[in-house]
């Protein structure tokens, strides 16, 4: 079946301007991930979202970056005013949860965000 | 100090040879366990699980120490395939998002 899609792909913008990256979970995951890798190191923990509930921002780096998710499947990702530490590989991730159990994380194919 | 703590690497071995990574983790409230795998600009998949008692799958051996605080891995007479990145990774008490370690490189060479 279809896996996580993230698009773009890749994005080159400039410094200042405003991104949105796209991520189309798993058909009925409820929780949805968001990280990003910047280069040689781990995942690094942005936003969680599951169903209804208001989303864990925890990870959020600045008030430049925020995210929705809007009728609890597709999720955007936006950061504003993109400063050249911004560049990374957005990764985001979906899963079935059921109560406090939580299941086998899937990763999309990520959007490599390179800021000039 | 990162939560979790892996060997960079890169780690070159033979075909056909033994190789084992370690991991440390500081939080204590830790309480699930994975090795995942990460291919060059490719997105993670989880390898395996790790259980207290240990556990197998095929050729890969996942360990944890909770007393220690350390995961291990170990990858039995190793394939051209098996070339990656592993990455440790957590989940904490109280977190649905996993931590996860910088990855350890592994290159099988012929």
């Known amino acids: 079946g279809a896996g996580v899609s993230q698009s773009p792909s890749n994005k080159v913008t400039e410094k200042g301007k405003d991104v949105e990256l796209r991520c189309d979970p798993i058909?009925?995951?409820?929780?949805l991930y968001w990280y990003r890798q910047s280069l040689g190191q781990g995942l690094e923990f942005l936003i969680y979202?599951?169903?209804?509930?208001?989303?864990?921002k925890s990870g959020l780096p600045s008030d430049r970056f925020s995210a929705e998710r809007t009728g609890g499947s597709v999720s955007t990702l936006t950061i504003q005013r993109t400063q050249q530490e911004d560049s990374a590989v957005y990764l985001c991730?979906?899963?079935?949860?059921?109560?406090?159990?939580?299941?086998?994380?899937?990763f999309g194919p990520g959007t490599r965000l390179t800021v000039t | 100090r990162k939560e979790v703590e892996q060997d960079p690497g890169p780690f070159n071995v033979p075909e056909g040879a033994t190789v084992a990574f370690n991991c440390t983790y500081s939080?204590?409230?830790?309480?699930?366990f994975f090795w995942y795998r990460q291919d060059c600009r490719k997105e993670p998949k989880l390898l395996m699980s790790?259980?207290?008692s240990g556990n197998e799958d095929g050729r890969f051996t996942a360990q944890l120490n909770r007393a220690s605080q350390y995961i291990s891995l170990l990858i039995r007479d190793s394939k051209l395939s098996d070339s990656a990145t592993y990455l440790c990774?957590?989940?904490?008490?109280?977190?649905?998002?996993?931590?996860f370690g910088s990855g350890t490189r592994l290159q099988v060479q012929p």
């Open positions: 991730a979906s899963s079935l949860e059921y109560g406090t159990s939580s299941y086998e994380q899937y």
């Open positions: 058909s009925g995951h409820t929780a």
């Open positions: 979202f599951q169903g209804n509930s208001a989303p864990d």
């Open positions: 939080n204590s409230a830790s309480q699930s």
């Open positions: 790790v259980y207290s």
């Open positions: 990774v957590v989940r904490t008490a109280g977190r649905r998002a996993l931590t």
